[in-house]
């Protein structure tokens, strides 16, 4: 590769880090739960993207590369936990999710049902919980959501509906 | 709680799960640690130019090119100075004239070549 080569492939992983680091920020915190893994994750993240970005960028086919960034993201959390051998070592932040929200009359009457809700994600089996975050957090549609997860689009379309209608079981048997 | 239906439930999730920005010192922190990830790689890139240059074994390309020029121009000057030839044996008065006209011709056939590179 020469210099205007890697000026280029600079250029365009600049780009993509610009657009994509809140995504890649909000499926590590609502992956581990906490902000400090969440930083540490999103770091992790691009620099590992970074590292295989030519490679990626010459098999994407032109194809969106958020699904790659959020398959690194979930390997890497994969890795956390196998390494502390355990769940999210603190609960999600509620305040912070909470705090996000508006504060008109409709959304704070919306609070406890918000919260509830919150705490039927974290008891999710993981796969459901991580459609969940792709779909609603990240606003991925079902073929990205299957790209990052290694599934087809119809296996996805079947997890993210059980996903859904667990969670609303969860959510009403509170 | 009632029963919420399925679009409003979807609704609240979506709010539920709302995006989370990144705090400002991460991306500081993530944009350093690129920088100098990327000057790292420049760095390299530009050593490992200089270091292909001194390496003999990387010599062998330029000298390939270099002598598939000279070879290239050595041919095309024997071919001019042939197609001259029959004019050359008419002018000369014997064998050695012939020679010497064809040395001359053969060094104006390639200082107009050195010319034009």
């Known amino acids: 590769m020469d210099s205007l080569d890697k000026a280029r492939l600079d250029k365009d992983f600049s780009e993509l880090y610009r657009v994509h680091l809140r995504d890649v920020y909000s499926y590590a915190y609502?992956?581990?739960?906490?902000?400090?893994d969440a930083e540490d994750l999103t770091e992790q993240t691009f620099l590992q993207a970074y590292r295989h970005f030519e490679r990626a960028q010459a098999e994407s086919d032109g194809r969106p590369l958020r699904p790659w960034l959020i398959r690194i993201a979930h390997n890497l959390a994969v890795n956390l936990y196998r390494d502390r051998s355990r769940r999210p070592q603190t609960a999600i932040d509620d305040t912070t999710v909470l705090s996000t929200l508006h504060t008109t009359e409709d959304l704070v009457e919306g609070r406890d049902e918000l919260a509830r809700i919150i705490e039927a994600i974290k008891t999710l089996p993981d796969e459901r919980r991580e459609a969940l975050i792709m779909r609603f957090a990240l606003g991925m549609d079902n073929r990205e959501i299957a790209r990052a997860m290694g599934k087809t689009d119809g296996a996805t379309k079947v997890l993210l509906h059980r996903a859904i209608k667990q969670?609303?079981?969860?959510?009403?048997s509170t | 709680m009632s029963q919420p239906a399925h679009a409003d439930f979807e609704s609240m999730l979506r709010?539920?799960?709302?995006?989370?920005d990144p705090p400002e010192k991460l991306k500081a922190r993530v944009e350093s640690t690129l920088q100098e990830l990327t000057d790292a790689a420049v760095d390299e890139l530009e050593s490992?130019?200089?270091?292909?240059m001194r390496d003999p074994r990387n010599w062998v390309r330029p000298v390939v090119a270099s002598a598939v020029g000279v070879s290239a121009g050595t041919a095309l000057v024997v071919l001019r100075v042939r197609q001259e030839r029959k004019k050359r044996a008419a002018a000369s008065s014997d064998p050695l004239?012939?020679?010497?006209?064809t040395m001359r011709a053969a060094a104006g056939e390639a200082r107009k070549l050195a010319r034009r590179d």
């Open chain 2, 97 to 101: 004239d012939l020679l010497r006209r």
């Open chain 1, 167 to 172: 969670l609303e079981g969860l959510v009403m």
């Open chain 2, 15 to 20: 709010l539920a799960l709302q995006p989370v």
């Open chain 1, 30 to 36: 609502y992956r581990v739960g906490n902000h400090h």
């Open chain 2, 48 to 52: 490992w130019e200089i270091g292909a």
